[in-house]
């Protein structure tokens, strides 16, 4: 009974050390990806952007497109482009050819009220716990979860897969707390691309006949 007892203090020992060890690795790979993607000057992407609603039996699956710089950024998505310069929004609905023009107060923290949030920030706003690695190929994708600090945003975790050597994201997953999920599957992804400020400015001369809704 008391090498049984000891066995089990060890395995607790064993377990213990191994959740620190996971934590610490955490903490470091959150840094290390958070850092990565403060200092590069620019991003372009092109990913799948799917609405999962296990309840309803729903998945709905868009092809889409970015480009960040800063906090400025141009997004391509289900009709749809997003033009934001830093202080302006532009939203183009091309079906019919309208543009929306607001000033935007800080929203709900959803990825269509501010693309910019996927790349940035996950080792201030968030808690995070690592989940474990994987090789897909010739990589070594790492698997962590996030929970943000505040709880009144409108998903209740994240789920985010990146290249452990290039720190690249592969996968984020929005986990809505209205049942409908959002997930971002990277195709590709550059950094420091050149690209100039008034590709994030919507040109209205370039879209003939625009209906233009002023809400600034």
């Known amino acids: 009974m008391r090498i049984f007892k000891l066995s089990v203090f060890f395995l607790l020992i064993g377990v213990l050390v191994a959740n620190a060890q996971d934590d610490e690795r955490a ?32 998945t709905d699956t868009h092809q889409g497109k970015i480009i960040l710089k800063g906090n400025m950024y141009w997004l391509e998505l289900m009709g749809m482009e997003l033009f934001f310069d830093g202080k302006t929004k532009w939203q183009y609905i091309k079906d019919a050819n309208e543009v929306t023009i607001s000033t935007p107060n800080g929203g709900d923290g959803g990825f269509m ?5 996927l790349f940035r920030d996950y080792d201030k706003n968030f808690k995070s716990k690592f989940k474990g690695q994987k090789q897909v190929r010739n990589r070594v994708i790492y698997e962590m979860d996030f929970y943000p600090r505040n709880l009144n945003l409108p998903y209740s975790s994240v789920k985010l897969e990146f290249d452990r050597n290039s720190l690249e994201p592969i996968l984020i997953r929005y986990q809505g707390k209205d049942g409908n999920n959002y997930i971002i599957k990277v195709k590709n992804f550059r950094t420091n691309i050149p690209v100039r400020d008034d590709r994030f400015t919507f040109n209205a001369k370039k879209f003939k006949g625009v209906e233009v809704v002023d809400m600034r």
Not at 113 to 117: A, I, L, R, S, Y
């Open 113 to 117: 009220d501010d693309p910019t949030t």
């Open 27 to 58: 903490i470091k790979a959150v840094k290390e990806f958070s850092q990565k993607m403060q200092t590069v000057k620019s991003i372009s992407a092109n990913f799948t952007f799917t609405l999962e609603n296990l309840q309803e039996n729903i």
